[in-house]
């Protein structure tokens, strides 16, 4: 399990300083990532080209951009979980983040995994049940709770695996590709849980390969040649809403089960 920084009692990561604004609870400056060649006679690949980004309290961020631009890399640095090159990463409180591949092991019930991940973030047993139980009931997976993770439905493990960032209630929330996977309804209690995050201060960036629906956002950004430039809602990336299919789950199409939740094996049943 990725080292994820908790806040300590004063609201900072340890090592971390947020300087005077105290609005910003997370920031990167300058952040450079390479990637070595597997061609000694090439150089690397900048991935990331001194990426400056603020995200504050209360407001939701997305970051948008192709395959392959540096969007899970920007997301691992930012919460910890890999070092840049160059440049920093200041975060004030606890952090959560629901990574593109879940850190689930396949062979525990989603109980067992509330369980291994609240005596991580260092909760009692009784806090862990009460979370466990509230986001079961309000992502609709209470049913599978003894069932083992590598038993549920492409669906249903991204709900567990939002619901695990979720567990410490952070103060800090990343995002990456969040809602893959999800059915239309679920899709929708996403955002309307998102929103009462941020109402309560939370701030969020999402990462995702296409964002449909600009006004869920408070800004947008799209990483393009290893920088983050504001979207103006012109550029690749960022749709102006439409139907919901159209505007569903990262525009994907996915086959579904009995409940409605994709699916990633036909052999899945939960």
């Not at 640095?77 to 440049?87: E, R, S």
């Not at 249903?156 to 567990?167: D, F």
């Not at 941020?198 to 960036?205: K, L, N, Q, Y």
């Not at 990483?223 to 690749?236: A, I, K, P, Q, Y």
Request: charged share 30%.
């Amino acid at each position: 399990m990725p080292n994820i920084p908790i806040g300590d009692e004063d609201g900072t990561t340890a090592g971390d300083e947020t300087g005077g604004d105290e609005a910003v609870v997370l920031r990167g400056a300058g952040i450079e990532k390479t990637y070595d060649s597997r061609l000694p006679w090439r150089r690397g690949v900048d991935v990331l080209d001194g990426v400056d980004l603020e995200v504050r309290a209360g407001e939701i961020v997305g970051i948008v951009g192709a395959n392959g631009s540096g969007k899970s890399t920007l997301m691992r640095i930012l919460v910890g979980a890999l070092d840049p090159d160059g440049g920093s990463v200041t975060r004030s409180g606890r952090v959560g983040w629901c990574p593109q591949e879940s850190l689930l092991y396949d062979r525990l019930t989603v109980a067992e995994t509330f369980d291994l991940f609240g005596a991580a973030y260092g909760l009692s047993a009784e806090a862990v049940a009460d979370a466990r139980d509230r986001l079961a009931d309000r992502l609709d997976f209470e049913r599978f709770l003894d069932y083992q993770v590598r038993h549920l439905s492409g669906g249903n493990r991204q709900k567990v695996n939002l619901a695990v960032a979720l567990l410490h209630d952070p103060d800090v929330l990343l995002l990456d590709e969040p809602y893959t996977g999800f059915d239309w309804e679920t899709y929708l209690a996403f955002w309307e849980l998102t929103e009462e995050l941020t109402e309560r201060g939370t701030a969020i960036a999402v990462i995702s390969h296409f964002v449909s629906e600009r006004e869920r956002f408070d800004r947008i950004y799209e990483l393009r040649d290893g920088d983050l430039v504001e979207s103006d809602g012109e550029s690749g990336g960022v749709g102006d809403g439409g139907t919901a299919e159209e505007s569903g789950p990262a525009g994907e199409s996915h086959a579904a089960d009995a409940d409605g939740d994709a699916v990633s094996d036909p052999t899945e049943v939960a």
